[in-house]
């Protein structure tokens, strides 16, 4: 074993001070204050299900050439697919942005 608790050069991790549990606990302490510091800047990432019924200033959708063809011909209402695509373009209330 050398000075830093090692055997055969491997750390072990349950002689290190705290423990791995502790550590983990620390990390997550950090990122949840991280998170809360930096709450307005962030940007949800959510299905479109999940944004039924939410509206933000600005909204950006992740279009499938399939949906980029449906937008050129017109969606059917009778379509789930087409129906889900208006959901998602419709959360903004002043800019949506398809890519």
């Known amino acids: 074993m050398d000075r830093l608790g090692s055997h055969n050069g491997h750390h072990d991790a349950r002689r290190a001070v705290g423990g791995p549990e502790t550590d983990t606990r620390a990390a997550l302490a950090n990122l949840r204050t991280r998170l809360e510091d930096a709450r307005e800047g962030l940007v949800p990432g959510m299905t479109?299900?999940?944004?039924?019924?939410?509206?933000?200033?600005?909204?950006?959708?992740r279009l499938k050439e399939a949906d980029a063809a449906a937008l050129r011909r017109g969606l059917d209402p009778t379509d789930e697919a087409h129906r889900a695509l208006y959901v998602a373009l419709t959360?903004?209330?002043?800019?949506?942005?398809a890519v």
Not at 48 to 61: F, L, N, P, S
Not at 91 to 97: D, E, K, Q, T, V
Request: net charge positive; hydrophobic share 35%; proline share 0%.
């Open 48 to 61: 479109c299900h999940q944004a039924k019924g939410r509206e933000w200033d600005r909204v950006g959708v």
């Open 91 to 97: 959360r903004a209330h002043h800019l949506s942005l």
